[in-house]
């Protein structure tokens, strides 16, 4: 990516009006009361260097009257240390408030990302640009109320310096101009390395992924036992010790040069402020103003050059902050291609004829392939099909499109005679339950776990259980210490491990949570023997009969169950028919079947 020019941080600041209507969705009161204290901080700056320098005037005056009261004197001192305490008390009320609104404004966002991820397509989820993109959006999510509190800030700071800048025109326009030609330089050079910044980070994001996932494989309770057995621990260190060395060096080449050059327009800066410092001094000892006045104009004069380096310092992160938002609102604008429609067709109740596919073909992106090319049959309302195929064949693919997870890139998908595209997308997937053989453990309790297949019967304790005895998961959840409170998996406390077979079956009940019309079970019982799952299925069949039904396995002792089989190759439909016929057709199916029977005699 080019580096970023200033009309480029110009343009990022449009991006603050988004976000700051995000902050206020937020939490508006908290909004409110930040805005209102920084408002009242800004005047204090101001306030005690006027009151100092009446003090240092009533001190004068009353060393050369001796019989004056001291009365005016105590009553500037006790206010200005009222403003003291007034000024610590709104620091810290800010402080306070900027916390819980960047605690909130975290949660808030966060759940904006997983509720937006969730309405886009799965295809953009095989995609690394959209990873970037996503980890990108993530990042915004904590600290971006850092920005709000730089955005106030400035406005602050804004508010009093024209209260400080208004004593030092009165006195003389001049120091202004030398103030900003002070200042100016260290702005631009801050400007120019924060710019070198962004660019190297954005341009790390993929890698930076990579060094994220190194060092989770790294120290992971899923990996430990591949890293062990087989002593992945120096190739994965060494892997992650080359990646960080090579940020570390461009960050630190980076931050030498920013290091050196700051140091040189500092140098400036201060000669500016001590230039105007002796300015003053002079005209305090020719008699022009007071000793109280130059104290006053010599703390306004600081304050005032601290104040336009914190403005034009903070406009470059205020102006980068504005940048990098500019990726999180980039990852809503991303939208799925595969979208509810408004006037959508109600799903079938029941499916009457089936799912019909008419010369589907179906290609990943960025993929040269076809997945699944010039598919043509029915799903029949009501049959148990199976999908056979080597590893690579397309059979997974074909029931992400039939789910609907991906729409075909030629042909269509028809329900009872009308494009499945017609349907209401949530009817749809309501009427579909899907077990793939990636079925996720979740690190949550036995109930949660098997609720996740219908997650609005989440306090349904008795389907919960009838899921469970239809998957043969409430023998193995008996024989649990907590039933189904018991937490599964070793990342939280009081944990328990399954085994790979024990965790199918928790998973396979998930497919029972629905009263779905179509249930596919795309290979969830690798993980069991040959008994177990021919049990598994044989029950699934009987507890599924009268429903639409498909059975992805490589052992075909399951599959021979299924009304019909289809025999795919490299994405195409190869053979299709019952068990008996495609044996009598001797072709790849026959072929397979034979293969696999060998190996069990």
Do not use: C
Request: hydrophobic fraction near 40%; proline fraction near 3%; avoid cysteine.
């Amino acid at each position: 990516m080019s580096d970023i020019t200033l009309k480029d941080r110009f343009s990022a600041l449009g991006n603050l009006p988004r976000f700051f209507k995000l902050v206020w969705q937020t939490s508006p009161s908290y909004t409110l009361l930040n805005a209102t204290l920084r408002l009242l901080r800004s005047a204090i700056p101001v306030a005690v260097l006027y009151v100092g320098k009446l003090i240092v005037d009533q001190v004068v005056f009353l060393t050369q009257h001796e019989q004056v009261s001291h009365t005016m004197l105590w009553e500037l001192v006790a206010i200005e240390f009222g403003l003291a305490v007034l000024s610590d008390a709104l620091s810290r009320a800010t402080t306070l408030v900027d916390s819980m609104l960047g605690d909130l404004f975290a949660n808030y966002t966060s759940i904006e990302i997983m509720n937006h991820a969730a309405t886009l397509d799965l295809e953009q989820f095989e995609d690394p640009t959209f990873y970037d993109k996503l980890e990108r959006a993530r990042q915004q999510t904590v600290g971006r109320t850092v920005l709000l509190s730089q955005v106030l800030g400035q406005v602050q700071d804004f508010i009093t310096m024209g209260f400080l800048a208004s004593g030092l025109v009165v006195f003389n326009p001049w120091l202004l101009l030398l103030l900003s030609v002070a200042v100016l330089p260290a702005f631009l050079g801050e400007s120019y390395f924060n710019d070198k910044s962004y660019s190297l980070n954005r341009r790390h994001t993929p890698e930076r992924r990579e060094l994220d996932y190194i060092r989770y494989i790294g120290a992971s309770d899923e990996t430990a036992k591949e890293v062990k057995l087989f002593n992945l621990s120096g190739f994965l260190a060494d892997r992650f010790r080359q990646l960080s060395q090579k940020f570390y060096a461009d960050n630190k080449a980076l931050a030498v040069k920013r290091s050196l050059w700051g140091t040189a327009f500092s140098l400036l800066g201060t000669a500016g402020y001590y230039g105007a410092y002796a300015y003053i001094i002079a005209a305090t000892i020719s008699g022009k103003i007071s000793i109280g006045s130059l104290t006053f104009l010599a703390g306004s004069f600081r304050q005032l050059r601290s104040g336009l380096e914190n403005i034009l310092s903070r406009f470059t992160t205020v102006s980068q902050g504005a940048i990098y938002l500019q990726d999180f609102f980039d990852f809503f604008e991303i939208s799925p291609r595969i979208t509810p429609q408004p006037s959508a067709r109600p799903f079938p109740q029941p499916i009457q004829t089936g799912f019909t596919f008419e010369n589907v073909g179906f290609t990943y992106a960025n993929s040269e392939r076809w997945a699944n090319r010039h598919l043509n049959f029915t799903l029949r309302a009501g049959e148990k099909l199976a999908l056979v195929g080597e590893n690579g064949a397309g059979k997974t693919t074909l029931v992400k499109l039939l789910a609907r997870l991906y729409d075909p890139s030629e042909g269509r998908i028809l329900l009872d005679g009308y494009d499945l595209r017609e349907y209401d997308l949530f009817e749809l997937r309501r009427n579909v339950g899907v077990i793939f053989q990636d079925y996720i453990r979740y690190q949550m309790t036995v109930a949660q776990n098997v609720a996740v297949g219908n997650i609005t019967e989440k306090e349904n304790r008795e389907r919960i259980e009838e899921a469970s005895r239809k998957s043969l998961a409430d023998l193995l959840v008996q024989r649990l210490p907590g039933r189904y409170d018991q937490q599964l998996g070793r990342r939280f406390g009081q944990g328990v491990e399954l085994s790979g077979g024990e965790w199918q079956k928790i998973a396979l009940a998930r497919a029972y949570m629905k009263e779905a019309q179509l249930l596919i079970l795309d290979e969830p019982t690798s993980a069991l023997d040959a008994r177990a799952e021919y049990e598994v299925f044989q029950r699934f069949a009987e507890l599924t009969r009268g429903k639409t039904a498909v059975l992805i396995s490589h052992r075909f002792s399951t599959v021979r169950m299924a009304d019909r089989i289809l025999v795919l190759d490299k994405g195409e439909l190869l053979e299709v028919g019952s068990h008996e016929e495609l044996l009598a057709l001797n072709g790849r199916y026959a072929e397979l079947f034979h293969l696999q029977a060998k190996g069990y005699r």
